[in-house]
């Protein structure tokens, strides 16, 4: 596909009003957002309610509808990420790494978190930040290509750490999630 930017957005205004259904979304999608706008001074619990069941009736409107393909997709879904588990991507694993050094700069600066979070945080990130050197480490010394895919899942160390990190970025979401939810509920409850 080889379109200018001005092409493209041709070609999104002519599929908006190519079709009966295209125009009704985009007309019901264009009075959701003048709404929500229009809401923004009031903030009307009433408006805001009435929003969130418009955004699940498109939901439940696209999973009734598109049933086969919706599964389709969600199986689609489910084996990509069984793939990246098994079969890890670099190029993912240095986005793992860009949002890992976010979150870092992030805890370094926020002055609401609290001791024991950063603590955590930083152990999290220092072990991840190692296997990350690792990972580049040993690839540079083996001559591994990072794009060879095959040459890359034969050296298993580098698949270990590959793994291995992305495993210990689960757990610290998990342990992040459930730490929210602990400090959200211990505050409306005390």
């Given amino acids: 596909m ?16 190519s079709s009966f259904l295209s125009i009704e979304m985009f007309i019901l999608s264009l009075l959701l957002f003048l709404i929500l706008i229009a809401n923004l001074k009031r903030n009307r619990l009433f408006v805001q309610m009435i929003a969130i069941g418009i955004y699940i009736g498109f939901i439940i409107g696209i999973l009734i509808s598109y049933t086969t393909y919706v599964s389709t997709c969600i199986d689609s879904f489910v084996k ?9 991507s670099t190029i993912v694993y240095f986005f793992i790494m860009a949002f890992v050094t976010v979150m870092i700069l992030w805890t370094l600066f926020s002055k609401k978190m609290t001791y024991f979070k950063k603590v955590l945080n930083y152990s999290f990130f ?6 990350f050197m690792s990972f580049i480490a040993l690839a540079a010394y083996d001559g591994v290509d990072l794009v060879d895919v095959a040459k890359l ?3 298993n160390t580098i698949l270990c750490l590959v793994q291995i990190s992305n495993f210990i970025l689960l757990i610290w979401l998990l342990v992040t999630g459930f730490y929210w939810l602990y400090k959200y509920f211990k505050n409306k409850y005390d």
Wanted: avoid cysteine; glycine fraction near 2%.
């Fill in 2 to 17: 080889n379109l200018s930017i001005v092409e493209k957005f041709g070609t999104i205004f002519h599929y908006i009003f």
């Fill in 126 to 131: 220092s072990i991840l930040y190692f296997f």
């Fill in 153 to 155: 899942y034969q050296n």
């Fill in 80 to 88: 990509e990420i069984m793939n990246y588990i098994y079969f890890p």
